[in-house]
């Protein structure tokens, strides 16, 4: 997913990033179809750790490597959380059995990119 802007920022170009940019907007639209009286629970959780996936990406990118390793680890475990969520939404009805599954597919799919950047990173050191 790429964004038109004069600017640019080299975190934007880990596919890992754009991924997890565009989880967080999957999720976003998703949680609006929640019922109101998970506004402050479930909806808030899930698309706040949904975020948190591409912020700990960006946030930790122009540090070190050992400390973009620990924000990477952040982003994992956010990823981790939105399972948690998501089999919440499923299994409150939600949410369809084919989008649980989709979002299960791209956590998978952002959960291993950011293991593969770790790696990279612990061998660059």
């Not at 989880?23 to 975020?51: C, M, W, Y």
């Not at 924000?71 to 998501?86: F, G, I, P, Q, R």
């Amino acid at each position: 997913m790429k964004f038109e802007s004069n600017y640019h920022f080299s975190f934007e170009n880990l596919i890992v990033y754009q991924k997890a940019i565009a989880f967080g907007e999957i999720i976003n639209e998703l949680v609006e179809t929640f019922p109101h009286k998970e506004t402050f629970r479930l909806t808030s959780q899930f698309s706040r750790a949904a975020d948190s996936i591409a912020a700990n990406i960006s946030e930790g990118s122009a540090s070190t490597d050992a400390n973009f390793n620990r924000y990477l680890k952040m982003a994992w475990d956010s990823s981790h959380e939105c399972v948690t969520w998501n089999t919440k939404a499923y299994l409150r009805k939600y949410i369809s059995k084919e989008q649980y599954e989709s979002n299960r597919a791209l956590l998978t799919e952002i959960g291993k990119m950011i293991s593969s950047l770790r790696r990279k990173l612990n061998i660059k050191n």
